[in-house]
């Protein structure tokens, strides 16, 4: 008896000592840009409210485009359940999640980009999925990752570990630097932001038509296929969903080639709007070729930037007003 309290004894103080070294180090880790671009905008899952009025999902294209601002402000209850390089897939499984949440009658923003339709959606999960989705939800699932995203992340992280406390120390030094380099005057002349996206542009659609833009016809058939349950999911549910192509700079927008477009994007989306009857709004259509020219409203040529959100969300708003609300 004496031997195995002893013995328990001994293991206690092991866990107790192990989690003293680890939990500091864990905390360091969290501070580090590895933790931060995995768990990038999952604080706001913290408080998901109720009765939500007016969502959207999708990737950071939907992140950055929808500005509840103007809506909060009259009262409405809105959630923005975007995160960066979410699928489909993970758009879906989200959903479900929080589908309590909505209220009745609930307008549901879908963000679509050129390459929605040709995403491997069998790949794994981001650690980020296992704090918000049921292990049944989440793509190549195990106990060790479980254990490591809710609780300790920095566990099994090795090298990601030392890199991280290595990046904060040069963070520091450098936000030193760029202080000391800020109270010089910048003597570069800077091109034009037209220039800027134009050149960005060109250089995205170079490497997409290289061989990123293949059209993998099983991806095609399975994003179909999600989209099309998930759209008739919230339509039984009472929700009001919307299909949304998110801006892309002119000539970002216009700079594919049509057969290529067709056949991983517009045909496939073209068929999910003729098996559910759900609104599309194109974005990069002629009919918004005003705010598709307006450099200030893009960061970057396919991200829009904090001005262009709040311009989109009053092109979105009238249209929600006049196409989709009684």
């Known amino acids: 008896m004496k ?11 092991v866990v107790v000592l192990s989690f003293a070294v680890l939990y500091p180090i864990n905390l360091l880790y969290k501070g580090g840009q590895t933790y931060g671009g995995t768990f990038a905008g999952m604080d ?30 009259e009262g409405k209850t809105c959630f923005n359940f975007a995160l960066t390089m979410q699928s489909i897939y ?8 929080y589908k309590d949440h909505f209220s009745e ?57 030392i890199r991280d406390l290595v990046d904060g120390l ?18 570069t002349v800077e091109a034009s932001r037209e220039t800027e996206l134009k050149n960005d542009s060109n250089v995205r659609v170079r490497n997409v038509v290289s061989g990123n833009f293949e059209a993998f016809d099983e991806y095609i058939a399975e994003t179909e296929e999600i989209l099309v349950n998930w759209l008739e999911d919230m339509k039984e549910a009472g929700l009001r969903p919307v299909l949304v192509l998110t801006p892309y700079w002119i000539d970002y927008a216009k700079g594919f080639e049509t057969e290529a477009l067709a056949h991983a994007y517009t045909e496939p989306m073209q068929r999910v709007v003729e098996k559910t009857g759900i609104p599309y709004i194109d974005f990069n259509s002629d009919e918004y070729i005003d705010y598709i020219t307006t450099p200030d409203y893009f960061n970057n ?26």
Request: with cysteine; charged share 25%.
């Open 3 to 13: 031997e195995n309290i002893k013995f328990i004894a001994k293991l206690v103080l």
């Open 170 to 187: 040069l963070d520091d030094i450098m936000l030193s630097t760029v202080e000391s380099d800020e109270e010089s005057p910048n003597t």
């Open 44 to 73: 706001k899952f913290d408080k998901v409210p109720t009765e939500i009025e007016y969502a959207n999902f999708g990737p950071s294209y939907g992140m950055n485009c929808f500005d509840y601002e103007s809506l909060e402000a």
């Open 301 to 326: 040529c396919d991200h829009v930037s904090p001005e262009g959100g709040k311009a989109f969300m009053e092109l979105f708003t009238a249209y929600v007003n006049e196409e989709m609300l009684p």
């Open 90 to 97: 993970h758009d879906y499984e989200v959903y479900k999640a």
């Open 105 to 161: 009658g609930a307008i549901v923003a879908v963000p679509l980009s050129y390459f929605s339709f040709t995403q491997n959606l069998s790949a794994v999960s981001s650690a980020r999925y296992y704090k918000i989705l049921d292990k049944d939800a989440i793509k190549g699932y195990t106990p060790e990752n479980d254990f490591s995203a809710k609780y300790m992340p920095v566990y099994g992280k090795g090298s990601s570990l």
